[in-house]
Structure formats: C-alpha cells, structure tokens
C-alpha cells in the first residue's frame, strides 16, 4: 500500500490511530502536527491517504483538508470533534471529503480508510485518462498545425495534406505526429 499523511495535534489522537493504520496495511505512516507542514509534505509526496485530526494549532475548521481534495489526488478523512457545526462537515463532503466524528468506533474509521482508499484509486484513473486525453489533443493539434502548413507551403487541399501525412506515417514507419513534427521543422 501506498503512504499515510496524519495531521494531528502531539499527544495520544496520533498513538491511537497509528496501530489502526498499520493493522489496516498502511506501512508508511508520517506523523505532523501542523497543517502548513502537511501542505509542504503533500506537495513532496504521493499519499494515498491524508487524514486530518482537527483541530491543529493553524487549522481550526479543516481547511488543510479542502486544500487537499482540490489539489491532490488522496482520499481525505476529516476527524471532527463531537459538538463541530455542521457547516463544517457539510462543505467537507462538497468538496470530497469524508467527515467523521470522534470518539471513532474502530469499524468505522476502517470503512472510513477504505472509502478513501478507493477514492484515491478512482482520482488516479481519471488522472491517467486526463493524462492520455490531453496528449491526444496536443497530437491532434501538431497534425493539424502540419496539415495548415502543407496547405499554404504546398497548395494542397485539407484531404490531400491529412493523406499525404498518413502516407508518409506508413512508408517511414513513424507516428502522424513524429511525421507532423518532422514537417514543422522543415517547413517552419
């Protein structure tokens, strides 16, 4: 499995919850007590999971959480206090967060990690996709920048300038966009 991020506040939340997360399978476990060495932690690191003890010393109402649904792709759990305003855990689970109030019965902070867990898995397919998605536009855009170019330099027709791309994809064994790249440099 992959690492844990733990912000908690020094003292026993952080001893009680560390033997979960090691019975759970969580090998990597790092321990901060602030939400400004969390964001710097999240930003060095692929966590799978953060969870957030609040409150911490600079995070009352769980903004470190927010911050980190938006920009990374962990599952986040929210540990509140009993007594917390809804709001709170409302606008946490808006954003994609998993709110949970203490004191925590063991099965539920377990379903709590795994419903994070695979929240992660699910952030990291479609940031995959994303990826390939966008690497096919700027594909299609290279070839589409060649054909222009074979139309203006050459005066082929849009048809003609796609087909002699593909052709020469074919004959040379190459990809249309490392053909469109190889156009580009000679004709731009």
Known sequence: MESVLLATAPGKAGEALLPLLKGAGYTQVAIVSS???ARRCLSRLDVELLIVNCPLCDDLRGELALHAAAKTAAGVLLLLKSGTPEEIAVQAESAGVFPL???IARPQFMQGIRLASAVHRRMGGLRRENRTLQERIEELRL????KC???QRLGLS???AHRYIEKQAMDRRLTRAEVSRSLLQTYE
């Open 101 to 103: 109030y203490k004191p």
């Open 149 to 151: 170019v074979l139309i």
């Open 35 to 37: 939400a400004a060495e």
């Open 158 to 160: 849009e048809s003609q």
């Open 143 to 146: 070839i589409d920048r060649a």
